[in-house]
């Protein structure tokens, strides 16, 4: 590279990861930035739910919550309500946050275990202050002020996903990024075939680069149609392979919550956003046609179709090397592990701010790049058994897409954590996995895997010291959430714009 000459990064794709990267690189560094996108072959246009993590990704763009909310047409999320995973009317949440509060040296939930054994306890959910004000259909959000404790209520969005990456567009426009809107049709390589040099578009233009950033989608141009970086197959563990997607009218509950229902081959999702709601079915087609899951779709809607519904195919699992010589994959390009927990916007954040610790000087550093890619495969692997859970450990006996998936072997890093919270209800979260304590006891919990015993130092606190104890922390969350505004006016009016003096 010469000398003096700004490092050029070409990012190929235009979708949620191709901007999240653009405005990212353009906020925190001093590289020319070029995104390639195609509006012939056009966005995946699904993703629409998130996990709190993405709040810290806007702030540290210096995006404003409420314009965003506004211009996304978003709303808030607190959990996933997981509905019919045991039998049709069962139904848990995954609430972000934490549940009730530890005592001493044990986490909360072996007392509540202890406590729920006696008949002494509610419902784990109800010692959760998110799925409290979930259920009741509240928010707020409490700044710090001082003297006071603010309620721990972590909270997520909802979004457009088309909306959000115009919106990223107009924040990277204002930033010097360059768009090129055309088709890429091949990437050049260097003689050794191990980096990329540049792309060529369908109109014979050459774009050359030093950095690459592939984020093409389930195409994955660059990263495996240029290097050969191949999606290693988590099939035989999450065995949904397609979706089909419709936006409706918005005249239900305009929930605080993604809402998960299971179905005979797969699970539904409604997603509440301003102006209409998301949904879509997650299925596997050895189990069940596309006409079936759109029936069954369809069926289900809140309210009138927006748009036909649209099938998309894909394989879940994760590309082996995400980070190849000068090129990085994000988003779909990088795998795709499907939606249950909202993580796919996650990883493609996680990842950039990974690429970004490792900003790469002028030559690929091999020793980093191997670094990266060690620490995405952790982050990979992790999310992958939290997934594989709920459909391991799912009720519906004599459903054959539910029967295959309760027999099919689970991996060892999962069945160790199963094992670990049948013996003794152990949880232990390693180093940097992304979900909580909490969120793995509510989904075992909800998903009927009860410790043989709890922790023997539970034992200790008196029945009526426990039973004092569940009532305090469960009443404490309901009257904290009756004094929280209804979600649609408290979005209204948080959303509202600044009106001046
Ligand atoms: P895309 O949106 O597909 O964008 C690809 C871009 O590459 C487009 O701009 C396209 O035009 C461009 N492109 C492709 N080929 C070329 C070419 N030859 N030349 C030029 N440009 C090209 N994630 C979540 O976090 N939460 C969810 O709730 C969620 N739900 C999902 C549901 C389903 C059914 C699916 C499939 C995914 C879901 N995801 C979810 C994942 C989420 O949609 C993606 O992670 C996110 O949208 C990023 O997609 P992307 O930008 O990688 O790909």
Not at 225 to 253: F, I, K, M, Y
Not at 350 to 364: D, E, H, N, Q, T
């Amino acid at each position: 590279m010469d000398e003096g000459r700004k490092q050029r990064i070409i990012i190929v794709g235009g979708g949620t990861a191709g901007w999240m990267a653009a405005a990212a690189l353009a906020r925190f560094t001093d590289r020319a930035i070029t995104l390639v996108e195609s509006e012939a072959i056009g966005t995946v246009g699904v993703g629409e739910a998130t996990i709190p993590q993405l709040r810290l990704f806007n702030a540290g763009l210096g995006i404003d919550e409420a314009e965003f909310l506004r211009e996304t047409r978003g709303s808030f999320k607190l959990g996933i309500e997981f509905a019919g995973w045991s039998c049709d009317s069962s139904r848990y949440m995954h609430a972000f946050g934490s549940v009730g509060q530890g005592a001493g040296l044990l986490p909360f939930h072996q007392y509540w275990l202890r406590a729920h054994a006696s008949g002494i306890a509610e419902e784990l959910g109800r010692y959760s202050l998110n799925e409290t004000a979930a259920r009741a259909g509240k928010m707020q959000i409490w700044r710090p002020s001082p003297g006071a404790q603010a309620p721990d209520m972590p909270w997520a969005y909802h979004f457009d996903a088309g909306l959000y990456a115009a919106y990223l567009r107009r924040y990277c426009d204002a930033r010097g990024v360059t768009r090129v809107e055309g088709t890429v049709s091949r990437a050049e390589k260097s003689p050794d075939g191990g980096t990329l040099t540049g792309i060529l578009l369908d109109d014979g233009t050459s774009i050359s680069g030093d950095y690459f950033i592939d984020c093409s989608g389930f195409r994955a141009l660059l990263i495996e149609g240029a290097l050969g970086s191949e999606l290693e197959d988590w099939s035989q563990w999450l065995p949904c392979n397609r979706a089909v997607a419709v936006p409706c009218a918005g005249t239900g509950e305009f929930t605080p919550y993604t809402r998960s229902t299971a179905t005979r081959a797969g699970w539904r999702w409604r997603i509440p956003l301003q102006h209409r709601i998301g949904n879509g079915h997650v299925y596997c087609s050895s189990f069940m046609s596309d006409d079936e899951a759109a029936a069954n779709l369809l069926d289900n809607l809140d309210g009138a179709a927006l748009d036909e519904p649209r099938v998309l195919r894909f394989t879940t699992g994760m590309r082996r090397t995400q980070w190849s010589g000068n090129c990085l994959a994000l988003g779909l390009a990088a795998g795709f592990m499907e939606p249950l927990e909202s993580t796919s916007i996650h990883l493609v954040q996680s990842a950039i701010a990974r690429f970004l610790g490792m900003l790469p000087g002028s030559v690929p550093q091999p020793a980093l790049i191997d670094e990266f890619n060690r620490q995405a495969s952790f982050e990979w692997t992790s999310i992958r058994d939290f997934l594989i859970l709920p459909y391991h450990a799912n009720g519906r006996v004599g459903e054959p897409f539910w029967d295959a998936c309760r027999a099919a072997e689970v991996p060892e890093t999962l069945q160790r954590k199963i094992g670990q919270f049948r013996a003794a209800g152990f949880v232990h979260r390693e180093y940097e996995e992304l979900f909580t304590d909490a969120g793995w006891v509510q989904v075992m919990i909800g998903q009927g895997i009860w410790p043989d015993h709890w922790h023997p130092i539970a034992d200790t606190v008196p029945e009526s010291d426990l039973a004092a104890m569940m009532t305090v922390l469960e009443q404490r969350h309901v009257q904290t959430a009756a004094k929280m505004s209804d979600h649609a006016p408290f979005l209204r009016a948080y959303c509202a714009p600044a009106v001046s003096p």
